[in-house]
């Protein structure tokens, strides 16, 4: 049981277990900064996404498939998202995509996520610069086009730099948190 009570669900859609690695390493991440088992893990193929609502913070991971359309599990449960009840709680994003074969798509589920969360009225933290990808369009950027509305990752192109990202996320949504 953890001491300082602070507990975050990680709620995620994973279709070829891309998004749930990255999952478990932003778990593993913020488990050490937190020098506690602060992240519970759920795979929303095996669980309620209404579960989320046990937890005031929270973080949804998410990939893109087949031109812009969302993942599967994400997509067999997306009526639920929008009946969430997340007043007042605090939710990061992340999401996986393919930036150099879906270029015209990058990321667009992390996108449509975040747009069918703002009217929950929940707080959104971990928006992440769009620095150093290359991709056309995505409905995963903010209004003044800088920023992802959470943490890209794209284990196609750029593996190399996946744990470096999520080391800095992490360190971020600390800093966000306190
Ligand atoms: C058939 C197919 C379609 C895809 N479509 C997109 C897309 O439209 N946009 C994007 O950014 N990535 C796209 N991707 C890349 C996936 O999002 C990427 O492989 C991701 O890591 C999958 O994560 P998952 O295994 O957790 O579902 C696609 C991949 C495949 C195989």
């Known amino acids: 049981m953890s001491e300082s009570a602070l507990s975050i669900g990680l709620f995620y859609g994973s279709t070829t277990c891309y998004t749930e690695m990255a999952a478990e390493k932003i778990q593993a991440q913020l488990n050490t900064l937190f020098d506690d088992q ?4 759920h795979n929303i193929k095996d669980e309620a996404l209404k579960r989320a609502e046990n937890f005031d913070i929270l973080i949804f991971g998410i990939s893109t ?7 599967e599990d994400w997509e067999s449960h997306w009526e639920e998202v929008y009946q969430l009840a997340l007043q007042g709680k605090t939710v990061a994003l992340f999401g996986l995509g393919d930036q150099l074969g879906y ?3 990058f990321q667009d589920a992390l996108g449509m996520l975040h747009d069918a969360l703002v009217p929950s009225g929940c707080n959104i933290i971990g928006y992440w610069p769009n620095k150093g990808y290359e991709f056309a369009v995505s409905k995963a950027l903010t209004e003044d086009q800088q ?5 890209s990752l794209d284990d196609e192109n750029q593996y190399e730099q996946t744990d470096e990202r999520i080391e800095k996320w992490c360190l971020q949504l600390l800093e966000e948190l306190s």
């Open 147 to 151: 920023s992802f509305v959470g943490l």
């Open 65 to 71: 498939w087949d031109f812009g359309e969302l993942q």
């Open 103 to 105: 270029a015209d798509w």
């Open 38 to 41: 602060v992240v519970s893990l």
